[in-house]
């Protein structure tokens, strides 16, 4: 019997332990990407946080490992997006649980800004506006509030929301400041738990510029981007924004390895480019040094894509001055000159010529 308690003891250590492990991977890895949101929606990161690790289970679930879903988020009427099915709470009209439909995104960090999304958009203002007169370090209010307006099912929903917060202390990033010129985060000069309360809701926009430490955040063809800071890997950038560096890898198709050391100014992508540009503009003249993948993320065109509008073979670059259409395919005889795997051995290129 001392035998078989022990056993349980032991295991219950080691499942507390690797809980607490799995916790700490995933807090380390959306820190930054919750405080940025706090700042820009007034959702305090704790919250955030702590529904994220609620929802996916500290990261584990089949829904946040397969969809990058975080949050639990369903697909709901105006979702035009990918779906991914599993068994919820949907009930057919007799009563049987039927498949429901979850939002299916390219990465992490969309997770979290959609969560933003879905509680600050307008058909959701009368569901969850009252939430936004609490401070954003009352996370207490937040989650009880949370409960109230039906975001989820469980009774213990608050609690569960108020147990993790106080066990992580995650209550300690409702009042921090973006990154520091180095790049750590550092606790505002005020850390007084009496911050004034805003009564108004702080709209946010899919397309809104926002920074979060030293990374500004924007759009180009409709697909959320930033720029390098320089110096740091590819690696590194992923954790301070909260992306999965493979996910960078498969969206900027020339970043090939995780500790690429990336320029300043160098275009990040955090989820697919489109297979056209979408702008006014509908083709580009090729700049001296200038290459296909600087082109194809400028303008936010998957590479393959670009190439294939321009009749180009991959891997092929163009000679200065020839334009390089984005926005539809090059008309007949306007293929541009171009230079083959120029990159492989510079003594043996072969020009090809306008047709």
């Not at 960090?109 to 959609?114: D, G, R």
């Not at 106080?166 to 985060?185: A, C, H, M, T, V």
Request: aromatic share 12%; charged share 30%; glycine share 8%.
């Amino acid at each position: 019997m001392t035998r078989v308690l022990l056993i349980s003891l032991h295991l219950l250590v080691v499942n507390s332990l690797s809980s607490s492990s799995h916790a700490d991977e995933y807090i380390n890895r959306y820190k930054e990407i919750a405080i940025s949101e706090m700042q820009r929606t007034g959702i305090p990161a704790s919250i955030k946080l702590a529904q994220g690790l609620l929802e996916s289970n500290w990261g584990r679930s089949e829904l946040a490992r397969k969809a990058n879903n975080h949050f639990g988020i369903k697909c709901g009427g105006k979702w035009n997006g990918d779906g991914f099915y599993i068994e919820d709470d949907d009930r057919d009209k007799k009563g049987k649980i039927i498949p429901s439909c979850f939002r299916v995104f390219d990465s992490a960090m969309e997770s979290y800004i959609a969560h933003s999304e879905f509680l600050t958009t307008e058909d959701k203002v009368g569901r969850y506006s009252f939430l936004f007169q609490y401070s954003s370090n009352d996370y207490k209010s937040w989650a009880r509030g949370l409960k109230k307006a039906g975001y989820a099912t469980d009774r213990k929903y608050s609690g569960k929301l108020i147990n993790i917060i106080e066990r992580y202390e995650l209550y300690e990033y409702d009042f921090y400041s973006p990154e520091d010129q180095n790049g750590k985060i550092i606790a505002s000069v005020s850390e007084s738990k009496n911050k004034p309360k805003s009564s108004r809701l702080r709209k946010s926009s899919q397309n809104q510029s926002y920074r979060s430490g030293n990374y500004d955040f924007s759009t180009i063809n409709g697909v959320r981007m930033t720029t390098a800071i320089g110096g740091e890997t590819l690696e590194e950038l992923a954790l301070r924004t909260g992306a999965d560096v493979e996910e960078l890898m498969k969206h900027n198709e020339e970043f090939g390895y995780r500790t690429k050391l990336m320029e300043p100014g160098e275009i990040v992508f955090f989820s697919r480019k489109k297979r056209s540009y979408k702008g006014e503009v509908e083709f580009h003249a090729m700049a001296d040094g200038e290459t296909m993948f600087e082109i194809a993320q400028k303008y936010g065109i998957k590479l393959a894509n670009l190439y294939a509008k321009n009749k180009m073979p991959k891997g092929a670059e163009p000679l200065p001055g020839q334009n390089i259409y984005v926005s539809k395919t090059a008309p007949k005889g306007k293929r541009p000159a171009y230079t083959k795997h120029p990159r492989r051995n510079q003594d043996t290129e072969f020009l090809f010529a306008i047709e």
